[in-house]
Each structure stands twice: as C-alpha cells, then as structure tokens.
C-alpha cells in the first residue's frame, strides 16, 4: 500500500508502539455561494444532532450575562448591611 499507509506505522509490540504522522496540506477552491450553502448544511446538522447541548451552552451564557448584568447594577447602588437585608426579608 501507498499514500499515507507509507507515513504513518503502528508497532505491533505495545511496549514500543511508535506512531509517525505527517501532515498532510491541501488547498480546496470553492464558490461562496457552494461555502455558504455547505455551512448552513453542517450548522443546521449540528443543531439537530446537539440540540440538548446547545441549549445548555446558551442558557449558560444567558445565565452569565444576567448576572454580569446584575453586577453592574449593584455596583450602582448603595451599600446595605447584612441586618437591613435580613430585615426587608421578614
């Protein structure tokens, strides 16, 4: 075998098993219009097959925005001690 069989070699003996790799560079041309319509392709079939973590990813950086949010508004307002605070609670 040839091609890239020639530059990478696994050992059989797992003591010195020994992997070589060498890259490999192409260069592809391709329209916009074939790069747009390829991207919405992988993003939607990422979205599909994600969904439950994408949602995580953005409900976390929801969650840190609010609170980034809310930091600058307190950083606003006066400062209260601990028995004010307890106080409204009751």
């Known amino acids: ?24 560079k192409m260069e592809i041309t391709i329209s916009d219009e074939k790069l747009k319509e390829t991207l919405k392709e992988v993003l939607i079939e990422l979205l599909q097959e ?22 600058e508004e307190g950083l606003k307002t006066k400062v209260v001690s601990k028995e004010e605070i307890m106080k409204e609670l009751k």
């Open 1 to 24: 075998m040839g091609g890239f069989d020639e530059h990478r070699k696994l050992a059989n003996n797992k003591k010195n098993a020994i992997i070589k790799y060498t890259e490999v």
């Open 50 to 71: 994600n969904r439950i973590e994408l949602i995580s990813v953005l409900s976390e950086s929801i969650e840190d925005f609010i609170m980034g949010e809310s930091i």
